[in-house]
């Protein structure tokens, strides 16, 4: 980590800021960050919020102390959260993200042309409105007329809706608090019935490394709902352990045979995501292959290379 | 980060101790880790070396502030660094390793039944030393009669060898130091001369998030020198950005046409590394791709998926 250093960088130092992150409970390990400044901090009817102004990540939101995002990285989660499903989808029209009240997921789904309507549900209006003062790179979907915005609890939400939805994404914090139900079986049997009969739902799951059991559980009861599922991941250095993993949950589609690569084409620029990540983020370490038996993971089974 | 957590787990909370690595020049992020005990620490004739037992990581190799190994993850690295060239090789007969003198990279060559000699070039024999006496799990495969240790600077013992190695891993420290040597074209011109006609050479080549300008440096002298050049990554969580990739440097095979799977099945059981991993790790983000002229991955341009 030698490179990158401006003569300023390196001259700002006669004062240290460091934000350390607080998992609950203590795994072990923390990550710190530099910090230039405070943006904004306050506490939310539902947790503490905070910007900051970070010396080489740029801005971050912090969550009760957790990072949800750093403008460095954030790309690789929200590209990876978005397209692959909606690129496996042969007609996303109508998508749901449930949490992302930060925006980064919208501002991925109206790249596609064909989504016709976006649904945002996010508990906590505050996290929205602090991302559109502050993160305009994140919050710069919020504007396309196709979205709407809902503060409401995602799991009663998914409740009331039957056959709605072409594709739902659960863009959630850690299983903490209020999100502990974004992780249980019920809600999962919910959106099965908010989707429509080829829908696919796709969530933030964790990581392999640190959450082993998590991923075994849920992948468990998912695949009892679910005609096809499986797990891939995405680099992102500043969450815990440097990568992340989704469930993807499918009705029929399968993200290794129908990917359509010509929309990707049409989507712009990305910074992470390409058809080749797409397939090859299913392919898993093999400790993670040997705790999860292969009808769990019936996505990556079929992938070859 | 919710699970795995026994009872005397928890209860071990009255003092904590924590070990912070210490990167030059500072990044903006650092990584800390709860101790439970220093198990040896003192200065070698090049650095100062430490075993540290950790709280969730297993032991902690540690020089010079900056952590080499833990024992939660280095597999993901020495497996991935080891078996990817060795299995391209069609007869990997004679191998050197320069650094590497924990051992990771030496267990895992050893389970190859075609090596019939490999050289350990570690510049510290006090980096063996301490690995036989803390980290067995690592240093195991000293004890096997086909290897050989030479403690000597790594850059000068290649220039005397011609044509005598089957595959060259460059299995070192940072570029600080006197490390820095092994990151620089006249090393490689050298290694080039050392190898056999057909020869390969894979070298821990850093994140392809916090070192782009050493990657695209390293790369482009690469390029210039072998016939088939390529990157590839493994997931470790305690190194910056939990990722870490390798460069590959092959004068005559390729990893994503010449794997031998036959030869996977004869090593036991392995906890990363498996053939499918082999080749979707030459699979990089669009970033990444965009970073590198394609001529410098000429490996990579051949993953088919």
Redesign the interface.
């Known amino acids: 980590?030698?490179?990158?250093?401006t003569e300023d960088e390196?001259r700002l130092t006669t004062m240290d800021l460091w934000f350390?992150e607080k998992?609950?409970?203590?795994?072990?390990?923390?990550?710190?960050?530099?910090v230039n400044r405070t943006i904004e901090r306050f506490r939310s009817e539902y947790q503490e919020i905070a910007v900051l102004e970070?010396?080489?990540?740029g801005k971050m939101l912090i969550l009760d102390g957790v990072i949800m995002l750093s403008e460095f990285?954030e790309f690789?989660y929200h590209e990876m959260i978005i397209h692959v499903p909606l690129l496996t989808h042969p007609n996303p029209k109508k998508v749901l993200v449930i949490g992302g009240g930060d925006g980064g997921s919208i501002r991925e789904i109206v790249k596609h042309k064909e989504v016709e309507e976006v649904h945002l549900c996010e508990i906590d209006r505050a996290v929205v409105e602090v991302s559109k003062r502050h993160l305009p790179t994140l919050s710069s979907g919020f504007s396309d007329p196709r979205v709407k915005i809902f503060y409401e609890d995602g799991a009663k939400f998914v409740k009331n809706k039957k056959g709605e939805y072409d594709v739902i994404i659960v863009d959630s914090t850690?299983?903490?608090g209020a999100a502990v139900v974004l992780f249980e079986e019920p809600f999962y049997r919910d959106m099965y019935e908010a989707l429509k009969p080829d829908g696919i739902i796709v969530s933030q799951c964790e990581?392999?490394?640190?959450?082993?059991?998590?991923i075994k559980r849920m992948l468990s009861f998912i695949s009892n709902i679910f005609e096809l599922t499986g797990y891939y991941y995405s680099?992102?250095?500043?969450?815990?352990?440097?990568?992340i993993g989704f469930a993807f949950c499918s009705k029929k589609y399968n993200p290794l045979k129908d990917l359509d690569e010509k929309r990707y084409y049409k989507l712009g620029k990305?910074?992470?995501?390409?058809p080749?990540?797409h397939?090859?983020s299913f392919?898993?370490?093999?400790?993670i292959?040997e705790l999860l038996p292969p009808d769990l993971l019936k996505i990556n089974n079929d992938?070859?290379?």
Chains 1, 2 share one sequence.
């Open positions: 980590m030698q490179e990158g250093f390196l350390e998992l609950e409970p203590p795994v072990g390990t923390t990550f710190r960050v530099l970070t010396e080489k990540l990285d690789a850690d299983p903490v990581s392999i490394y640190y959450h082993q059991d998590l680099l992102v250095p500043t969450y815990p352990s440097g990568t990305l910074k992470y995501y390409n080749q990540i397939k090859t392919c898993l370490p093999a400790f292959r992938l070859i290379v």
